[in-house]
């Protein structure tokens, strides 16, 4: 097991990202807000002529946002055929996963359980493996789709 | 017909190569059954296809290939190299014709017998004649005269023609994906060329890289419009299968329906014509399943035998309609709900609170059929849940209305994404969007009070050529911060949606409109209901494009069928308007309410106090280059940076009126109280029940009023001495008494002329007296000549005075040429 992960900080806890979904990392320029969109959408922003939707994965997580700062860089992930920039508190390095992803007694807590794949032993020290999907969905998953079709 | 005959001419093509390699093996292995299979199924198909199109020689020469090897398959007869052998010079005669037919030339006729009677006859015999022999005769028998034909086929079109006439029609399958990367980089290099030219711009002119510019501009937008037909189909393609499938459908329940299609030039992303073929097929088999009734059923209604199903494809901005409706039986809205409690999607109280039309969309909830037994042309598994969720992965939508007996329609909506629209960029809040071209009927920008902006409840109105239309705030959509609507002037765009309803979303400017590159959003941000996608401005900055359709659904302003727009009782609003004036309300600095009649209100103009002057015994103030007389201010100095004022006009004078606050447009329905003590004030009224005191407008211009200056060119002209002192003193007392001074030598007959007397004596001793008025001025302020025709030169009195009564003596006399 010598997958590649990107190390980075998510509300002060060290989290993993397969290194395979980590398109690149940029520096994030002028972020567009999205009215009417759920807290944990920042906005839109562009990178050269696509544009990139900005997850704030703190509240996506559904952590207070003042708690923690951002780091002006961000990690470009694809999800679904979409594209996505990744705020986070920040990025720390590239290392090879040494074991695979498990569980651990008591769990992560709520909000980390649903985003977390498992806890995984990295060159540089454990860090939780995210499930980009799960993250991205946001802290409420769909439901009451009645009353947006209706 | 000849879309049909390129496709099968096309398909033929594509079989023929495919089939090469099969019947190479056949040849080396004639025993070969999956190469036999193989080549039964490629002349069967061109049989079958000659028979559509009415090629008997193509008919006769693939049947009689087609009957051997069905013997073969049957096991009545063995395969073997004079089998082989005739099958492929019959196989190579098919590719000579369909050469002939793409090229739209007859093929040379005979030859045919030959090569039939090769596969059939010469096979008869195969029972008695020993493989070796039947190699050694047929050989030179057969292939002689098939390879004669081929090179006589090529006497008649020689192979150059053939060969450009093939290329030009020639087609190509390609993946989809493959269009995607080649529209998506296209699309890109629209985005970076958007960039370079924003780029330019600041650059400033430069004709070396201009001129290559502006071709590389010309070369993209071809390329762009290639590669957007490219990817295009009409939705013909779709449309012109249904009536079959109606037919089929209809004749197998029993029922007698007739299918109208509509909008079949609507063009649409093959891609998306493929997404939503199985949707359609669906809705018509429901529509034809449960929707008509049987004729009889339909007589006892009181309608007509046949039902009807109409389908009607529109397109209006980047996104296509399609509404599918049939006169069946409509939905039964007590069924759906009774189902939806049972399974659990709705509880009995939420039902109670529903409104019907929602009760129908469940019908797009998965676990929902109604009908009662399964036939076999619909309720399969697949049901509408399938439906919408196969339209909701390309970002469409579907929605159910129905009336009890009427019928039933459903309408999708489909996205063109990752297109190429023309849009509208619009701001509000500081931020901008997009809207699409298609929808935007008009753009008007006026005043609240212009537009008769009203609320009534929580929706707004407005007024548009005698229409009462409903407003979105586009700021409250969005639940942006937004100041006091009355308080500012409007920018309203007219939309029209594809139901053709109206609509005017308020903005707060209009930016620019051009093509815009239309990319999908991510879920999370589509759920909102409001973007349709995003897409990079000039400058490369993103903004989100506005779900019109979506966002008036969600403030109900769709109609299926309701009035299209309120028409206000004309009656009505005439006599309201003629029984009660307008007026503009307001609080002035003094804080009193007061109010001026809308017809003096021009505009409501904000400036920044820097434009006021005070300095003089009346304020004035900039407005658009000109200097105009401003009232209302307080006594104390202005603590704030910008003003508001009413510009009010009678026609030909202009002030400007200083207003704390501006408050609403007002009807006058009470009574007016006259205020003699106070003459700036025309009456006293009550508005909401509080006083209102009406601004005499007439005291006020009197008072105040400034006619705009003439133009220059209208101004009487007038020359001076030519002197230090007439430039820098005189010409100023000129110019304020309304001359435009003109150097001697521009001097037009007619044009006043001041002089000193000196210079007029010598004048008058030369014999040459100014043709128009002149004044004459003196140094002395006593009279020395004795004269009263001389002024003296800081005689300021008489001055204006000459000056005042030589412009009304030119007035009086009429224009000059």
Known sequence: ?150 | MDDLLADFIAETREMLEASGGEIVAWEADPDDRTRIDAIFRFVHTVKGNCGFFDFPRLARLSHAAEDALADCRAGRREPDQRLVTAVLAIIDRIAQMIDAIEAGEDFPEGGDEALIDAVNGPGEATADAAPGAADAGADPLLHAPASALLERADDFISPAVRRADAAGQRTIRLPVELLDRVMSGVSDMVLARNDLAHRLRQAGNQPTIDGPFERLTAILSDVRDAITRMRMQRIETLLSVLPRLVRDLSADLGKQVMVDCDGGDVELDREMIETIRDPLTHLIRNAIDHGIEPPSARLAGGKREIGLIAIAARQSGNTIGIVISDDGRGLDEERIAAKAIANGLISAAERAAMSRDKILNLIFEPGLSTAETVSNVSGRGVGLDVVRQNLEKVGGSIKVSSQPGEGTHFTMQIPLTLSIIAGLTVEVGGQRFAIPQGYVEEIVQATAGALDFTRMGETALVTFRGNRIPCLMLDEVLGLEHPDITARDFTLVLLRLASGDLFALAVDHIHSHGDLVVKPLAPAVMKSGLYAGSTLLDDGQPVLLLDVTNIAAHHDLVSDGRARVLQPPEEDTAAATAAAARAMLFTDFAGRRSAVRLELVQRIETTPTAAIDRSGARARVVIDGLILPLVGLPDAPLDRDKLRLLRLSDGTCELLHAVREVKDAILLTEALTPVPEDPLVEALTLVDGEPVALIDAHELFARHGKPPEAAPGMRPRCTLPDSEWARTILAPLVISAGYEVVPAGMARPGDLEIMFEDMFEVAEALGRPPAGPVIRLRDHPDDSQGGSATIYRYDREALFAALTAVRHARVAGGPRA
């Open chain 1, 1 to 150: 097991m010598s997958e590649l992960l990107v190390i980075i900080q998510i509300a002060g806890r060290r989290c993993a990202l397969g290194a395979h979904d980590v398109k690149s990392v940029i520096e994030l320029g002028s972020i567009t807000p999205v009215p009417r969109t759920p807290d944990f959408v920042a906005g839109i922003t562009a990178l050269r002529s696509q544009s990139l939707t900005v997850i704030d994965c703190r509240s996506a997580l559904g952590f207070d946002t003042a708690q923690w700062p951002t780091d002006d860089r961000a990690a470009v992930v694809a999800c679904g055929g979409h594209s996505y920039a990744l705020m986070v508190d920040g990025i720390e390095d590239i290392t090879t996963a040494a074991g695979v992803p498990g569980q651990i007694p008591g769990g992560f807590g709520p909000e980390w359980s649903r985003i977390a794949t498992g806890m995984i032993e990295t060159m540089t020290g454990p860090a939780l493996l995210i499930d980009l999907a799960a993250l991205i969905a946001g802290p409420e998953s769909p439901r009451g789709d009645i009353e947006v079709a209706a």
